[in-house]
């Protein structure tokens, strides 16, 4: 069973920078995703990475936010750039072991394993 933990949260000011890391027993041939949970919403796919490093965003982060992964070190990434105030959420990596695809990649119900989460909390 592949575990997940993730790092990297933190506070920082609207227009700031944050790198997210998820630290895996294994990443190589999972498809892996970025998720967030605001309180009070539902959690929603933000990126994900298939085992080919074909990339999916949510319109939403497109253009400022990049997932990447390093299956030598068992690590997925997420370099958040120009942070917004409503990016604040809880952050959630997660696993697949499905081919997902452009319309699945950011679909909760695809991914079987899941991290503990990471606070991002972006002030004006």
């Known amino acids: 069973q592949v575990q997940l933990v993730e790092s990297g949260g933190g506070s920082v000011q609207a227009g700031g920078s944050l790198r997210l890391s998820c630290t895996a027993s294994?990443?190589?041939?999972?498809?892996m995703g970025w998720f967030r949970q605001a309180p009070g919403k539902e959690r929603e796919g933000v990126a994900s990475?298939?085992?080919?490093?074909?990339?999916t965003y949510a319109d939403s982060v497109k253009g400022r936010f990049t997932i990447s992964r390093d299956n030598a070190k068992n690590t997925l990434y997420l370099e958040m750039n120009s942070l917004k105030p409503e990016d604040t959420a809880m952050y959630f990596c997660?696993?697949?072991?499905?081919?997902?695809?452009?319309?699945?990649?950011?679909?909760?119900?695809?991914?079987?394993?899941w991290g503990q989460g990471t606070q991002v909390t972006v002030s004006l």
């Open positions: 997660a696993s697949s072991p499905l081919r997902l695809t452009r319309l699945t990649g950011l679909g909760t119900k695809w991914y079987t394993v």
């Open positions: 294994a990443i190589s041939g999972y498809h």
């Open positions: 990475i298939g085992t080919d490093d074909y990339t």
